[in-house]
């Protein structure tokens, strides 16, 4: 009888076109939604301007959190359609999404030239990226998860996140070339215009490697063609997406704090070099791509991983004063870059590792629904609120360290809902696969 199974050689090969599909193209998505943070004090100064340079900042982190505002329709529309129709149609409806918001605020025209028509576009635009957003982290996640060998799980998602990780250092690494190269007057007037522009690179790369996938690696995601997501998560798994939702507050106000407003917060703030914020935000994403498969590789050899995750949740916590006391004491960049290295070092674990926990806890028919909804309402409630409510903190108290207030006691409520979010047991969790 001839076996209709893969050999081992196509199996892999088969995995390595999945972690690119999904990683690489992610990471230009990420990159195209985040790099208006990382780029927010200069797009503040054209599109919003004011005689205060912090209400210019202000406004500006103000838009970058409307995007997020949107990224909960996006996981529950977008993550619908992908338990019903397919992983991989739900990603290519991803690219299509962000390549036009993404394009709408390369081309968006200065507050000068249109007055207030530039603010509204800017604002549509990154209402369209935050709906490609939220559908495309939860879809991409699933599709990873469920080619995956189950010992190899937590490995293999790790490369997803990483995907995200490369978007800050993608992001980032341009502003210290546009900030060395460029004077202030052009990085203002144009120079924020080009990350946007070779973020539209989604298109052509996205969509080419992404309709070479098999349309699911599993089957159908959803047997039950009639089921609603939405009615099913919050009938029979209210409690596991809730703490799902505030578990998100661990890992993504530190990487939005740090990854993405640290070149806002360091200019604009610390009134440090510009490319001093962009390098904080390279090391950050630097070391995310290391420790993220570390710590993946580490937990598929975990019988239980919820140790590790609550440890590594602990440590955000209580480094979280610490290290931004150092940042707004520091006299040196090196210091600086080594207290965001710190951080950067246990967030990876809650990112890759955590995913899987929480990509295990629902079944097949509403995973990508549930993590996305998981995913994107977390991140808007806590990682698109972050940059606008620290600058609002430190406009009103005058004190930097008030970025740390904030983060310490919400890292803290994700600690909490980490210890009580149940772990499925691994052979239930292999049955599922």
């Known amino acids: 009888m001839t076996s209709h199974l893969p050999s081992p050689a196509l199996a892999s090969r088969r995995l390595v076109r999945v972690v690119i599909a999904t990683s690489f193209v992610s990471c230009l998505e990420i990159f195209n939604f985040t790099a208006f943070g990382l780029f927010a004090g200069w797009i503040g100064g054209q599109i919003f301007p004011s005689t205060n340079s912090m209400s210019s900042l202000l406004m500006a982190v103000g838009t970058f959190g409307v995007g997020f505002l949107f990224r909960p329709l996006g996981s529950i529309v977008i993550g619908a359609y992908a338990d019903r129709s397919g992983r991989r149609a739900a990603m290519t409806l991803t690219i299509w999404l962000m390549a036009a918001g993404t394009a709408a605020i390369a081309a968006c025209p200065t507050y000068s030239q249109v007055g207030i028509v530039a603010p509204v576009i800017m604002l549509l635009s990154r209402l369209v990226q935050g709906l490609a957003a939220g559908g495309e982290v939860g879809s991409a996640a699933s599709y990873v998860m469920e080619a995956s060998p189950f010992g190899r799980r937590n490995y293999l998602v790790s490369w997803q996140l990483v995907g995200q990780a490369s978007s800050a250092i993608l992001g980032a690494s341009l502003g210290v070339v546009m900030s060395s190269s460029l004077s202030a007057a052009n990085l203002a007037a144009w120079g924020w215009r080009v990350p946007f522009l070779i973020g539209l690179l989604i298109v052509p790369f996205g969509f080419y490697v992404r309709r070479r996938l098999p349309d699911d690696m599993v089957g159908r995601a959803s047997p039950n063609r009639k089921l609603v997501p939405l009615a099913e998560l919050s009938r029979s798994h209210g409690k596991t997406l809730a703490l799902a939702t ?75 004063f610490p290290v931004f006391h150092i940042i707004t004491h520091a006299h040196d960049l090196t210091t600086v870059l080594a207290g965001v290295a710190l951080i950067s070092v246990f967030v990876a674990p809650l990112s890759s590792v955590g995913s899987v926990l929480v990509l295990e806890s629902f079944p097949v028919q509403v995973r990508a629904s549930g993590f996305s909804i998981s995913y994107a309402f977390g991140v808007a409630l806590f990682g698109g609120t972050v940059q606008l409510i620290i600058t609002s903190l430190i406009k009103w108290t005058g004190n930097p360290m008030a ?21 499925r047991d691994r052979e239930m969790a292999m049955k599922t696969h």
């Open 246 to 320: 505030l578990m998100i507050a661990g890992r993504t106000i530190p990487a939005y704090a740090i990854a993405f407003y640290m070149p806002s917060y360091l200019t604009h703030v610390m009134h440090w070099p510009a490319i001093a914020g962009f390098l904080a935000s390279v090391v950050f994403g630097l070391v995310f791509m290391l420790f993220a498969p570390l710590t993946g590789l580490l937990a598929d050899r975990l019988q239980n991983r919820k140790p590790l995750l609550l440890f590594a949740a602990g440590a955000t916590t209580l480094l979280i």
């Open 403 to 423: 970025a740390a207030w904030y983060a310490a006691p919400a890292c803290l409520v994700s600690f909490i809902a980490l210890l009580f979010f149940p772990e």
